[in-house]
């Protein structure tokens, strides 16, 4: 007999309930099986059986319930034996299907061809980014060619996995690594200069008659009060020439160009900066950490320094003027990025020397492990003061706050609104500022999340527009709640966007307030977009809308789970 749509109606509901019970079990650790679920028909689930009925004094009345009751459970039982005769074969069906994928699947990258395998090997090689990427490099390519024949025949022809020419290595390494990158693959020199002479000349007089092919230099020195610092030296023996050559070594491919100097070290007072005599055209980024090359026309190319100087030092006044004149000879230099270690107690700087930059567009500042103090407002605003870019177009600045010292302090807000303060440019100096991103961040030392909220909370990163008048872009990430402040006349104010990213404990308040600042610095109806990525865990689009309006929010979260 056809079913009728009633029938089928009824079998769906049932099949659905199935489906549902079965996700259940599977979607639950621990009720993996149907048989942990309380889904038998027990006397209990009849209403009418609830009661001590069972004896044999039933009335007449439920004689005729308790037939129809069984034809019904004669029925149920039947209903669910057809169900698992067809949910069986649905699933010898659903096997059938899934047998050459999951075949086929299992041959995991036995399936590749190798072209697509050389490539993949290529994209697990260590970025520049990160602790001592390249010191990890060649590790990556030996443990790429052990893992199997395969493996090593396809790493033995990626040439990029061995263009790393590491100084630790031994010298028969080394020859496997030049010989396995081809005959004409760029180059990537790390050196620790800390090694004894021997073993740095020997590097060297077998890698520079490769100069021609190095694409990077990476020398670094692990000194102590032991040894004298060496950086110098390896970079006089990779740049000079020896006695009785003709000309400089040329290094056509040279575009990185990194110096470390970290440890305690007892500078070599016999020595001196090494300063590169012949120009190295292909050089566009310099990458100094501790150390300020001097002034040299090998580096009238670059194009992108960044540097680390530590404020706790004890020549820390000599080494800004070093800076600030090494920088003036960057003529062609655009993106400026500095690190600058801070300390408990700043020192008044000496504002007779600026760095002169007219080229540089972008300056990033970063200060890690910040520690506020009193002094630091006197310091840091001179300390800006001491970079004259009259063509910075893009500014941005990354503050990491030790957490034990913003803890419980009244003083904090105030704190964070000078900070920022000192941070921002005067206007009358960088007329030409349109983008400006600010990034305030803590260490995570010790911190549950519920003691990080109630500590974090009620505090405000300030900003203060009137500092930057100019800027159209606004871009904030922050662990506080963020505001603005500063007045002006109404339809004046550039800001045109301003761009929220991780402000993870905003929440319907914090935008409210964030809103109210603008307002009342007139900076709200010129304003065409508040974008708002991944903030507040609780903070849903619904709330955002209602507090901004369709026609200016931006709105995004994108959690883990939506990129899996």
């Known amino acids: 007999m056809p079913s009728t749509p009633r029938n089928d109606f009824e079998v769906g509901c ?31 689930s009849w209403s009418r059986l609830r009661t001590n009925r069972l004896r044999g004094d039933v009335d007449s009345g439920e004689v005729s319930h308790l037939f129809r009751d069984a034809n019904l459970l004669d029925h149920m039982v039947e209903t669910l034996d057809r169900l698992r005769t067809s949910a069986t074969l649905l699933q010898q069906r659903t096997r059938l299907r899934l047998k050459p994928i999951i075949s086929k699947l299992s041959l995991g990258i036995a399936s590749l061809p190798d072209e697509l395998l050389m490539l993949i090997f290529e994209l697990t090689i260590p970025s520049d980014t990160g602790e001592q990427p390249e010191r990890r490099r060649p590790r990556q390519a030996v443990l790429l060619s052990h893992v199997s024949r395969r493996f090593r025949s396809a790493a033995l022809r990626t040439h990029y996995l061995w263009t790393t020419l590491d100084g630790y290595a031994s010298r028969s390494e080394l020859e496997a690594f030049v010989a396995r990158s081809g005959n004409d693959s760029d180059l990537h020199i790390v050196l620790n200069a800390s090694h004894t002479g021997h073993i740095v000349a020997d590097f060297l007089d077998m ?123 960057l003529r062609a230099m655009t993106d400026l990025s500095l690190t600058i270690r801070s300390t408990l107690y700043f020192q008044e700087l000496d504002d007779s020397t600026r760095a002169r930059c007219h080229s540089v567009t972008s300056l990033t500042l970063f200060f890690p492990f910040f520690i506020f103090s009193s002094t630091m407002r006197t310091f840091l605003r001179p300390l800006i003061g001491l970079f004259e870019l009259p063509n910075l177009t893009d500014l941005s600045v990354s503050i990491e706050l030790r957490m034990e010292d913003i803890r419980d302090n009244p003083e904090d807000e105030f704190n964070l609104e000078n900070l920022v303060a000192a941070l921002c440019p005067h206007p009358s100096t960088h007329p030409n500022l349109s983008t400006v991103r600010i990034k305030l961040s803590h260490t995570e030392e010790n911190w549950t999340k519920g003691q990080e909220w109630s500590n974090m909370r009620s505090k405000s990163l300030r900003i203060p527009l009137q500092r930057i008048p100019h800027v159209t872009t606004l871009s904030v990430q922050s662990f506080t709640d963020v505001e603005v402040y500063g007045m002006f006349l109404p339809g004046k104010s550039d800001l045109r966007e301003l761009h929220l990213v991780e402000c993870r404990y905003f929440d319907v308040a914090s935008l409210e307030k964030l809103v109210a600042s603008l307002r009342e610095a007139n900076a709200w109806n010129t304003l065409d977009t508040l974008k708002m990525e991944n903030c507040g865990h609780f903070l849903e689009y619904d709330d955002a809308v209602k507090i901004v309006g369709k026609e200016k929010l931006s709105f995004a979260k994108i959690s883990l789970e939506d990129l899996l």
């Not at 659905?16 to 028909?41: Q, V, Y």
């Open 14 to 44: 049932a099949l659905s309930s199935f489906e549902r019970m079965a996700t259940k079990s599977i979607m639950h650790p621990g009720c993996r099986n149907l048989d942990d679920w309380d889904c038998d028909f027990q006397l209990e």
């Open 207 to 329: 890698c520079l008659p490769l100069a021609p092919r190095w694409k990077s230099i990476s020398v670094a020195s692990e000194g102590d009060w032991q040894a004298p610092d060496t950086v110098d030296g390896a970079l006089s023996k990779i740049f000079h020439s020896n006695i009785g050559e003709v000309d400089e070594r040329v290094f056509p491919r040279l575009g990185r160009l990194s110096i470390k100097r970290v440890g305690n070290i007892r500078l070599d007072v016999t020595s001196e900066k090494i300063k590169p005599r012949s120009e190295i055209p292909s050089l566009r980024q310099l990458q100094c950490d501790g150390y300020t090359p001097v002034p040299s026309p090998a580096y009238s190319s670059v194009t992108s320094f960044s540097s680390t100087i530590s404020m706790s030092s004890a020549s820390y006044d000599t080494d800004l003027e070093d800076l600030c004149l090494f920088l003036t000879s």
